[in-house]
């Protein structure tokens, strides 16, 4: 079994400060690991992926995440955010089942950026 | 352009009724799959289908059903036997075989009254 935990539900963050959105998981094999974006009523949109090699990966937007294997963890970060990245984040990770790659998703962080 | 069409976007539908629900794709991909997001739960998978022909239930696929006869198009039908069916209603695509990775349409938003 696989799980996903995105502890922060909501991240207020003021314009050009960093942020950091957590995302943990277990899993009892290899995963592969995710972040996608969503706004206000559409669909999800790739941020970013870890999938082997370096464990620091960029993405679109500006946006980074670190692949830490001991900690289980995937936190997803930007430098300086604008107004634009307010939007709703979802960590989600990926392995292989039965021939079928099943994915599980967080339950999501929004993301408000304060002018 | 490559893409996945949702249909309808804004769905509004009295109780007891069934909803059909479109996903339609260009982009060549044999994996397709069906999602509900409801506010602070994330996404959980209803239903996925990784060729034509043939679909398998997911997490929550009561009171759902699901077609695959061609490869472009992957309806899902809302039926009456769905206790809480008001939510956002997401078709992806598997873009990365081998990795998971999903491409997803523009959701529908279904609303019973």
């Known amino acids: 079994a696989q799980s996903v935990t995105q502890l922060d539900s909501q991240v207020p963050v003021f314009e050009e400060a960093p942020v950091e959105l957590r995302c943990n998981y277990s899993?009892?094999?290899?995963?592969?690991l995710f972040w996608y974006v969503q706004y206000p009523n559409q669909g999800l949109q790739l941020l970013l992926k870890?999938?082997?090699?370096?464990?620091l990966v960029k993405g679109i937007n500006g946006f980074e995440a670190e692949f830490n294997k001991s900690q289980t963890s995937f936190h997803l970060r930007k430098p300086s955010v604008h107004i634009s990245d307010t939007a709703e984040y979802f960590c989600?990770?990926?392995?292989?089942?039965?021939?079928?790659?099943?994915?599980?998703f967080g339950t999501g962080t929004k993301l408000q950026v304060i002018p | 352009d490559g893409g996945i069409t949702q249909s309808p976007k804004y769905l509004f539908r009295k109780e007891g009724q069934n909803v059909t629900l479109s996903c339609e794709q260009n982009?060549?991909?044999?994996?397709m799959y069906w999602y509900r997001q409801d506010p602070g739960q994330g996404l959980r998978l209803i239903y996925y289908?990784?060729?034509?022909?043939?679909?398998q239930k997911g997490d929550i696929a009561e009171g759902y059903s699901v077609s695959r006869e061609k490869k472009e198009s992957f309806p899902l039908t809302v039926t009456s036997a769905q206790k809480n069916p008001t939510a956002f209603y997401l078709c992806?695509?598997?873009?990365?075989?081998?990795?998971?990775?999903?491409?997803f349409g523009e959701g529908s938003r279904l609303t019973v009254l």
């Open positions: 289908s990784q060729i034509v022909n043939d679909f």
């Open positions: 989600a990770v990926s392995r292989n089942s039965g021939g079928y790659q099943k994915v599980t």
């Open positions: 992806a695509t598997l873009s990365g075989r081998n990795t998971g990775e999903l491409f």
């Open positions: 870890y999938l082997s090699g370096s464990t």
């Open positions: 899993s009892s094999v290899s995963v592969y």
């Open positions: 982009l060549n991909h044999d994996a």
